[in-house]
T-cell receptor, first 112, second 115 residues
Framework: DVKVTQSSRYLVKRTGEKVFLECVQDMDHENMFWYRQDPGLGLRLIYFSYDVKMKEKGDIPEGYSVSREKKERFSLILESASTNQTSMYLC???????????FGSGTRLTVV | DQQVKQNSPSLSVQEGRISILNCDYTNSMFDYFLWYKKYPAEGPTFLISISSIKDKNEDGRFTVFLNKSAKHLSLHIVPSQPGDSAVYFCAASANSGGSNYKLTFGKGTLLTVNP
C-alpha cells in the first residue's frame, strides 16, 4: 500500500513564525499536492509538483511556498504564519500515469 | 468559479436505507470522476471512480452513476451503515485523470447514518 506520511498531526505556531509542513511518500510517485481543508470550503489546492524541483501554483498559493528537492518529499512553507492560515493541511501523491490521489492523515495547524 | 458542486452540505439517513449523494460539474472537459470519504482528523480515502465512457460503476455497497448530458453524478450507498458516517467529496479531472492533470474537488457532503 502507498503510504503518505505527514510529519505532524497537530501543530501550534505563533503569528509571524516560519512554518514547515513535511510530507513523504514511499511509492516513487511523480506527482505531489498540498491542499487545505476548511469548513464550508472543501479541499482547496495550494501547490502541486509534477516532478523533482518542479512546482505549480494551485488555486490559493498566496502566503505559501513549496520545496521538492527529492522525489519522495514535498514541503509546504508558510513564510510568515497568520491566523487565517489556521486549517487542516493535506498532502497527497499519485503516479505520473494519473488516476486518484493517496492522501496523508493531515496536519491540523493552529496559528495563534 | 466552482467547477464541482455538491449542493447538499449534509444528509441524514437511517441505517439500512439508501444514501444518495449528488455532485454537479460545469467543466465539459472533465472525463474522470472520483468519490473520496473523509473521517475527522484523517486524510480522505478513495472510494470509487468512473470514467466518462461509462454511466455506472459498482463496488460492493457503493455505486456511482454518471449522467454526462446533465453533467451530474451521484453516489449510492446501499445499505447504509453507521460506519459510513463521514464527509464525502466528489472530485473530477480532465484527460481521463491522466498525467499532469489535477483533481478538482467539491466542498463535500456530511453523511450521518443513524442507528
Amino acid at each position: 500500500d502507498v503510504k503518505v506520511t505527514q510529519s505532524s498531526r497537530y501543530l501550534v505556531k505563533r503569528t509571524g513564525e516560519k512554518v514547515f509542513l513535511e510530507c513523504v511518500q514511499d511509492m516513487d510517485h511523480e506527482n505531489m499536492f498540498w491542499y487545505r481543508q476548511d469548513p464550508g470550503l472543501g479541499l482547496r489546492l495550494i501547490y502541486f509538483s509534477y516532478d523533482v524541483k518542479m512546482k505549480e501554483k494551485g488555486d490559493i498559493p498566496e502566503g505559501y511556498s513549496v520545496s521538492r528537492e527529492k522525489k519522495e518529499r514535498f514541503s509546504l512553507i508558510l513564510e510568515s504564519a497568520s491566523t487565517n492560515q489556521t486549517s487542516m493541511y493535506l498532502c497527497a501523491s499519485r503516479t505520473g500515469q494519473g488516476g486518484g490521489y493517496t492522501f496523508g492523515s493531515g496536519t491540523r495547524l493552529t496559528v495563534v | 468559479d466552482q467547477q464541482v458542486k455538491q449542493n447538499s452540505p449534509s444528509l441524514s439517513v437511517q441505517e439500512g436505507r439508501i444514501s444518495i449523494l449528488n455532485c454537479d460539474y460545469t467543466n465539459s472537459m472533465f472525463d474522470y470522476f472520483l468519490w473520496y470519504k473523509k473521517y475527522p482528523a484523517e486524510g480522505p480515502t478513495f472510494l470509487i471512480s468512473i470514467s466518462s465512457i461509462k454511466d455506472k460503476n459498482e463496488d460492493g455497497r457503493f455505486t456511482v452513476f454518471l449522467n454526462k448530458s446533465a453533467k451530474h453524478l451521484s453516489l449510492h450507498i446501499v445499505p447504509s451503515q453507521p460506519g459510513d458516517s463521514a464527509v464525502y467529496f466528489c472530485a473530477a479531472s480532465a484527460n481521463s485523470g491522466g498525467s499532469n492533470y489535477k483533481l478538482t474537488f467539491g466542498k463535500g457532503t456530511l453523511l450521518t447514518v443513524n442507528p
